[in-house]
């Protein structure tokens, strides 16, 4: 993996065609230092969002392009951090570019997206043939195939080149113990190389399970400072075994994470994934 710091306002949505991410935010929910971890990812003419937060518009701008130019989503789970600028994404789309959007998306997901969260803000600016709009109005969705040989519910879908399989996780609420209890979120596996948690409490045998059919080149992992709630903090991810931690970067994590940079050295994590920076996968 090459690591390449981005120039201020020069993103570009297409590249060589090596596998490329570049988090438009790194940080926790409530960061006020970084933007939110919400993960674009690149490769050849092929893009793709996953997540798009309260910050992620204003982030985009900053790295150079309105939010508009952004076409495809996969989102995780229903957190502000995670789908907070999609009202946003979803007007500019029908208003501005007169263009619908493309979500990977399945139909569960879709109901839990479009009833508790979207609907309220977006159903209602106009009426078509005397009804209000609803999530096709404003998405071309992607339906994923579901994978029957996985022990967790895991489904598969591809935006073009890129190609993503997604699975089920412990996120919330925090007294759920077992991925069929919580409520819906998913960690993706990108081109079958990279994994990525979104947010996800502890739960070592997501990492493990699908480690150990992928050989992942790379982690992405969900780190909380302190532990409790709903997120995998340190000290807990540090139980992994060795081989499992240096292959991990972690994400989400709280402003304060510069007085945590020793203690992740020591225990043996690759670092803090970072703003601003590609990760290339050549
Ligand atoms: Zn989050
Ligand atoms: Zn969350």
């Given at each position: 993996?090459?690591?390449?710091?981005?120039?201020?306002?020069?993103?570009?949505?297409?590249?060589?065609?090596?596998?490329?991410?570049?988090?438009i935010?790194?940080?926790?929910?409530?960061?006020?230092?970084?933007n939110?971890?919400?993960?674009?990812?690149?490769?050849?003419?092929?893009?793709?969002?996953?997540?798009?937060?309260?910050k992620c518009?204003t982030a985009f701008?900053n790295?150079?392009?309105?939010?508009?130019?952004?076409?495809?989503?996969?989102?995780?789970?229903?957190?502000?951090?995670?789908?907070?600028?999609?009202?946003?994404?979803?007007?500019?789309?029908?208003?501005?570019?007169?263009?619908?959007?493309?979500?990977?998306?399945?139909?569960?997901?879709?109901?839990?997206?479009?009833?508790?969260?979207?609907?309220?803000?977006?159903?209602?600016?106009?009426?078509?043939?005397?009804?209000?709009?609803?999530?096709?109005?404003?998405?071309?969705?992607?339906?994923?195939?579901?994978?029957?040989?996985?022990?967790?519910?895991?489904?598969?879908?591809?935006?073009?080149?890129?190609?993503?399989?997604?699975?089920?996780?412990?996120?919330?609420?925090?007294?759920?113990?077992?991925?069929?209890?919580?409520?819906?979120?998913?960690?993706?596996?990108?081109?079958?190389?990279?994994?990525?948690?979104?947010?996800?409490?502890?739960?070592?045998?997501?990492?493990?399970?699908?480690?150990?059919?992928?050989?992942?080149?790379?982690?992405?992992?969900?780190?909380?400072?302190?532990?409790?709630?709903?997120?995998?903090?340190?000290?807990?991810?540090?139980?992994?075994?060795?081989?499992?931690?240096?292959?991990?970067?972690?994400?989400?994590?709280?402003?304060?994470?510069?007085?945590?940079?020793?203690?992740?050295?020591?225990?043996?994590?690759?670092?803090?994934?970072?703003?601003?920076?590609?990760?290339?996968?050549?």
């Amino acid at each position: 993996m090459q690591i390449k710091t981005l120039n201020n306002k020069s993103l570009k949505l297409t590249n060589d065609g090596n596998l490329t991410f570049l988090f438009i935010g790194v940080g926790s929910a409530f960061t006020k230092k970084m933007n939110q971890t919400n993960l674009l990812i690149i490769k050849g003419d092929d893009h793709l969002l996953i997540d798009c937060g309260t910050k992620c518009s204003t982030a985009f701008l900053n790295l150079g392009i309105p939010i508009t130019d952004i076409e495809n989503y996969l989102i995780t789970h229903s957190h502000a951090d995670h789908i907070g600028g999609i009202e946003e994404a979803a007007l500019m789309a029908r208003y501005v570019s007169k263009k619908k959007l493309t979500m990977i998306i399945n139909e569960t997901y879709q109901k839990i997206l479009w009833d508790m969260s979207l609907k309220g803000g977006i159903a209602y600016n106009e009426e078509k043939a005397g009804n209000i709009l609803s999530f096709t109005d404003f998405f071309n969705p992607i339906r994923p195939k579901k994978l029957k040989e996985f022990k967790r519910e895991t489904f598969h879908a591809k935006m073009n080149s890129i190609d993503v399989k997604f699975m089920r996780t412990k996120h919330i609420p925090d007294s759920s113990d077992t991925w069929e209890s919580s409520f819906w979120s998913c960690g993706i596996i990108i081109d079958d190389r990279v994994l990525f948690t979104s947010d996800t409490k502890y739960d070592p045998e997501l990492i493990t399970e699908y480690d150990s059919k992928f050989n992942f080149e790379h982690i992405f992992h969900d780190c909380q400072l302190f532990t409790g709630g709903v997120h995998a903090s340190l000290d807990e991810l540090n139980q992994l075994p060795s081989d499992i931690k240096k292959k991990i970067c972690l994400t989400h994590y709280g402003d304060n994470w510069e007085s945590f940079t020793q203690k992740v050295k020591d225990y043996g994590f690759k670092g803090f994934a970072k703003e601003k920076t590609y990760y290339i996968f050549n």
